[in-house]
């Protein structure tokens, strides 16, 4: 089995208001691409072709359009796994040290042509989860567990809520 760790340095590695990338971004820097870096994406080409039972561990800061990595190698678990802002951990989650259980916190898109142009930011218009109406790689909440489970029998423990939460 191959492991290919690919991602973002979340101070893109620069100097304060510069990244190296176009899909990388900070403080004072916006993000001109959302796919990944042409050079890690050929590296998980190279890899999954020379090896079927490929795992990619995508570390990142912000969503990406991974349509190629979802295609080809998230599509056959357990040859796959996502696991966004995790840096430290990355290692625990392959070996079963623990539950990842996450779910995303941002929708990702499968291209920014998805998207409304940036300087129209009316969220109702499809920028954000709530209001997007496009079909998007992994939508907001996504995420997957070893495991399965469900809510069933909630009960409140009192019949009414104030707005203060007594």
Known sequence: MAIVFVGN???????FGRCALPSEGKEAVDRKSIDLDPAQLNLIRRVKAANAKTIVVL???FPYAINWVQENVFRDPPHGAL????RQRSGGLLFGDYN????LVATWVKSLD????????DVRKGRTYM???????YPFGFGLSYTTFEY??????????TTSGD
């Open 9 to 15: 340095h979340p101070t893109c590695n620069a100097p």
């Open 59 to 61: 570390i990142s800061s």
């Open 83 to 86: 696991q966004p802002g995790r």
């Open 100 to 103: 990842p259980a996450g779910r």
């Open 114 to 121: 998805d998207l409304p142009p940036m300087m129209d930011y």
């Open 131 to 137: 209001y997007f109406k496009g079909q998007p790689l």
């Open 152 to 161: 069933s029998n909630l009960r409140m423990s009192t019949d009414s809520v």
